[in-house]
């Protein structure tokens, strides 16, 4: 049976895109990450990474990528879809670009939600077609499922490529993109005025919202 891995990368930045990731692959190539040592991207170095990569792009059957901007995450928020719900509905985007013109597919997904059933529920109602899916929405399912765990390094791959990008247009000072990076912190500190329009940060975090705060008082 084929299996599709769906994973995330960058829900919790304040700088840059979350990227989710559909990864489907068959028995023999499993078997074949396994041995190659495909894994959870976190527990993976950088060089590493980027080397599985390119074998999981070229041995997949299939995938696809979705990026999703700041300006997206922050709309949402506005209108009162939460990042959960904007990811069900970027999963089944993913599994109804995918499940065309295959057999039986087995869906596995690394859940974000702490209420796994309602949250699969609500992935399945945008879903196109059941009829030949299994889906599975655990957690923990990227270090528990080698197709997770080849859908986890392609999103993490692609997010970091899109933080390059931003890091060659404002600087390695941008830093990750994590509130928990002192280098990211600083950065939103230090240009949060000059760069507020560009469609760069989360305003929808807290840690936007403290830092604009601040920004604003200062100006007092």
């Known amino acids: 049976m084929l299996k599709l891995g769906i994973d995330d990368a960058g829900r919790g930045p304040v700088i840059g895109p979350m990227v989710l990731a559909g990864c489907l692959i068959n028995e023999e190539v499993e078997k074949e990450f396994k041995a190659l040592g ?3 991207s976190k527990q993976l170095t950088d060089k590493r990474r980027e080397f599985l990569a390119e074998i999981i792009r070229e041995k997949a059957e299939t995938f696809e990528l979705i990026i999703i901007h700041p300006e997206e995450i922050d709309g949402k928020n506005a209108e009162g879809v939460n990042l959960n ?9 993913i599994i109804n670009k995918i499940n065309k013109g295959f ?11 702490t209420n796994i059933a309602k949250w699969t529920d ?84 807290a840690t936007w919202k403290t830092a604009i705060g601040a920004a604003n008082q200062k100006k007092l």
């Open 122 to 205: 609500f992935v399945k109602m945008k879903i196109e077609n059941l009829s030949n899916l299994e889906i599975s929405c655990e957690h923990k399912a990227d270090v528990n499922h080698t197709a997770v765990s080849a859908a986890s390094i392609l999103a993490k791959s692609t997010r970091e490529k899109e933080m390059d990008s931003l890091r060659l247009k404002y600087g390695s000072e941008i830093g990750s993109g994590y509130s928990s990076d002192p280098l990211t912190t600083r950065f939103l500190e230090k240009y949060i005025k000059k760069y507020g329009k560009d469609g760069i940060f989360r305003k929808s975090w």
């Open 103 to 113: 057999g039986k597919i087995k869906v596995i997904v690394d859940c974000p939600s």
């Open 38 to 40: 495909v894994k959870d």
């Open 85 to 93: 719900d904007v990811e069900a509905f970027a999963t089944a985007r």
